[in-house]
């Protein structure tokens, strides 16, 4: 990389950062998840954001597109939304001059944030079709194949409550998002702060930081911070412990999971780390950015058996078991240690 | 080409792997020698290992069992270095620096061709001199030194104090423990020769003990394994048997024969090399350096025996002597004024040792019993200065000494009754013995018991005869 790309790698991350505090002018509390949303952007992955409806999910993603000058589309998923309505369809259009022919109109998939409000409301072939699109990033339609603009990154949001006539996704569908995070109430502070910043005269509107152009920028940079190969083994040895069947594995999870996280899972975890270093101004990424990058990149591929549904501990818990136990395969003799 | 940061991380490594092979080696090294000398001196209880070879082989093992775990624990150590990489880590680790000094040593090992590794190795170099200010943790391998010293130590106090330490015998026996030089066994005993062969063994048991086919056995038994504490035992027993018999009074010719009998187990104690009657290497016995004088004040004019160390218990006829004499303390000189008193205590034994433990009654030939003078009493003829009591165990037990009284009554108190010490002493014997059997009490503190009651024994006889 050269010195003039360096250099706009370095304003590329003040930007980020100016993003981020654009966010903030919009979106009250919900740090964490506003530093996690811009790290899945930088690795362009998925998000599936889960939480009771009025926390600021749709707001969340239509303020970072805002902020970062990015194509955003919504899409709010029901039972009857077919491939078709997020995908695109062939049409019957005319042409230039008196030419009429078959011609392709995307459909809201084709933006650079697709925020797919409450996907478990839409029926298993919908999902698939989305989920195709985020996986290859391109869509086929009568034989021909359309790529999707870049970045693309869906922002999928799922409801906890009303499981009633809804089509869960499936663990292989989950396993495709990067990052499942959770969002929580705010607090008391915060809660009266968003009731300063919304029922004001003015609604607060986060300017524009950064192009498209400087995400992918940072998206290629992301790849190219370090990662020794003791931290990558670390993430090897914490997604191995999160698989029941392996005798490294917690007792917890041992008795109250399925199956634990995949390869997917390890290269989400390192990625996520390196592009937190990168927010962070560092260019390498350390064990503290893998823990930080722990919970959403592996609680939503660990899938619990009878018996954890029944009684088990949250998830959440497993993984940090699963993290306690890599960190401990992975100390020092206790002469050094 | 190596860099600085190389060359930091290469020292920190070679540091950190002496420190493991050493921590491991120490680790190791204890365990080895703890079970050495447990396991030595488990021999040693079981009779396994002779007294004569025990103290060298106790040291010798637990040393080589303590080099050997060392040297296992090295081998153990190797497999256990650690690489330049892990090095760097544990350099991170203690900077908190998040890995950077490990991902500068990958950059610079690529010759620097990653996008970052410029502004990597350059962060990096800024943290060299806070590495090379970390310590290393020297914390551990002090405990590990000063837990395997402890051990060792511990392995060899343990081991050490238990050279030619047998069940039967008193600790205070042990050759190894004594102060001072241990006495010379008459020539021809076998009181060090070890275990004996079956054959010799039994030969032995059954010349000691003719009749007795149960204390024939267990002789036999002790005397192949060695064990002459417990020969030494049951001849006592053997005695303090025939001593009640004729206390209680048989015919001349039956006397004569247990008298013989009694010479047969004196002549035993001697082939044996046992000091007869207490006069052994007893815990209590009085050593003659250690023996004070008391003096009698008196008619008697008599001086009065050494005492013994330890407390002395007041005695009949006011002397103050030292009467038992337990393992230590001081022993309170003793002022008697036994010849003074109308019916005062005669000295027993008129400066022999009147109490076993230092020197045995039978005239403490023993080792270190020799010269103990017991309680010594002023000599003299007992002159009527009243009564005169000493209380020795309890109410039930004082001696009272009247004007009309005999010392050899025993008198209760309260009632006036009096009734011929030399009647009730073997009675008492026995319930001493059986209540010292049934108590569990240390072999030395038996020892002590039967000694007294035949001190006592002795005494009344020689006064009935007067």
């Known amino acids: ?337 | 080409m190596r860099t600085e940061l190389g060359r930091l991380v290469s020292e920190r490594r070679r540091s950190l792997n002496l420190l493991i092979l050493a921590s491991r080696a120490l680790a190791w090294a204890w365990p080895f020698g703890l079970a050495a000398a447990l396991l030595l001196a488990l021999l040693r209880l079981l009779g396994l290992i002779p007294a004569a070879t025990y103290p060298g082989l106790a040291a010798l093992g637990t040393a080589a069992a303590f080099l050997a775990g060392a040297l296992a624990g090295l081998v153990g150590g190797l497999a256990g270095r650690i690489s330049t990489a892990e090095a760097a880590r544990w350099v991170d680790l203690r900077l908190g620096s998040e890995d950077l000094l490990s991902a500068a040593l990958i950059c610079e090992e690529r010759g620097l061709a990653g996008s970052f590794d410029s502004e990597i190795a350059q962060r990096a170099r800024s943290l060299l001199p806070a590495a090379a200010s970390i310590g290393l943790p020297l914390r551990s391998l002090l405990l590990g030194s000063a837990l395997a010293l402890g051990m060792l130590v511990l392995s060899l106090s343990l081991a050490l104090p238990l050279a030619g330490y047998h069940p039967r015998r008193p600790a205070a026996a042990i050759p190894a423990a004594r102060p001072e030089a241990a006495p010379t066994p008459p020539s021809g005993t076998l009181i060090d020769a070890g275990p004996l062969e079956p054959a010799a063994a039994a030969a032995l048991a059954e010349s000691l003990f003719p009749g007795d086919r149960e204390r024939s056995a267990q002789a036999e038994r002790a005397l192949r394994e060695g064990r002459i504490g417990a020969v030494d035992e049951l001849l006592r027993e053997a005695e303090v048997a025939i001593q009640d018999r004729i206390d209680r009074g048989v015919s001349e010719p039956e006397k004569e024969r247990l008298v013989r009998e009694q010479e047969r187990i004196a002549e035993g104690r001697r082939r044996l090399g046992i000091a007869p009657q207490g006069g052994t290497r007893g815990p209590l016995a009085l050593r003659p350096d250690q023996g004070q004088k008391g003096t009698g004040k008196g008619e008697g004019e008599g001086e009065g025996g050494q005492g013994g160390q330890g407390r002395s218990r007041p005695l009949p006829g006011g002397d103050e002597g030292g009467l038992i004499a337990p393992r230590s303390g001081e022993g309170g000189e003793g002022e008697g004024q036994g010849g003074a008193t109308p019916k005062g205590l005669p000295a027993p034994d008129s400066g022999q040792g009147a109490v076993p433990p230092g020197g045995g009654s039978e005239g403490g030939s023993g080792d270190e019993s020799r010269g103990t003078k017991g309680w010594g009493t002023g000599e003299g003829a007992p002159a009527d200065r009243g009564p005169v009591t000493a209380r020795a165990t309890g109410p039930e037990a004082d001696l009272g000494l009247g004007a009309k009284q005999s010392w050899f009554e025993f008198i209760l108190p309260g009632s006036g009754a009096a009734a011929p010490l030399g009647s009730l002493l073997p009675s008492a014997a026995r319930s001493a013995e059986a209540a010292v059997t049934r108590e569990g009490l240390p072999l030395e503190y038996r020892e002590f018991i039967r000694s007294y009651f035949m001190a006592l024994s002795k005494t009344a006889r020689q006064g009935a005869s007067k």
Not at chain 1, 110 to 129: G, H, M, Y
Not at chain 1, 193 to 204: D, F
Not at chain 1, 271 to 286: D, E, P, V, Y
């Open chain 1, 1 to 337: 990389m050269s010195d003039t790309a360096k250099v706009g790698i370095e304003a590329a991350v003040e930007g980020m950062a100016r993003a981020r505090a654009e966010i903030a002018k919009v979106m009250v509390g919900q740090g964490e998840v506003i530093d996690l949303a811009l790290i899945a952007l930088l690795c362009e992955g998925h998000v599936l954001f889960e939480g009771v409806p009025g926390l600021g999910k749709t707001l969340l993603v239509r303020t970072l597109a805002d902020s970062l000058r990015l194509a955003f589309s919504r899409v709010q998923f029901t039972p009857d939304l077919m491939p078709s309505d997020i995908i695109g369809a062939t049409m019957i259009a005319k042409g230039e001059g008196d030419d009429i022919g078959l011609r392709f109109e995307p459909g809201p998939l084709f933006a650079n944030l697709v925020l797919a409000d409450e996907i478990n409301r839409a029926s298993p072939k919908t999902q698939s079709a989305l989920l195709q699109g985020m996986q290859e990033r391109a869509v086929t339609v009568r034989g021909k194949s359309w790529p999707l603009p870049r970045p693309f990154l869906v922002l999928a949001t799922q409801n906890p409550l009303e499981m009633e006539g809804t089509y869960p996704l499936p663990e292989a569908q989950i396993d495709r998002f990067f990052f499942k995070i959770l969002l929580t109430q705010p607090d008391a502070a915060e809660l009266t702060a968003i009731l300063g910043r919304t029922l004001g005269p003015v609604e607060a509107v986060a300017a524009p930081v950064m192009e498209g152009a400087d995400v992918l920028a940072l998206q290629a940079a992301t790849r190219e911070i370090v990662a020794t190969p003791s931290l990558m083994e670390l993430a090897a040895q914490v997604v191995i412990a999160t698989q029941p069947e392996r005798p490294e594995a917690p007792p917890a999870i041992r008795k109250y999971l399925r199956w634990g996280a995949g390869p997917r899972g390890a290269q989400a975890l390192v990625l996520a780390a390196k592009a937190r270093a990168l927010l962070g101004g560092r260019f390498n990424a350390g064990p503290a950015d893998l823990e930080a990058c722990l919970l959403p990149a592996l609680r939503h591929r660990l899938a619990l058996n009878f018996e954890g549904q029944s009684e088990g501990p949250p998830v959440e818990d497993l993984v940090r078991a699963a993290w306690d136990q890599a960190r401990a395969a992975f100390a020092f003799d206790g002469a050094i240690a």
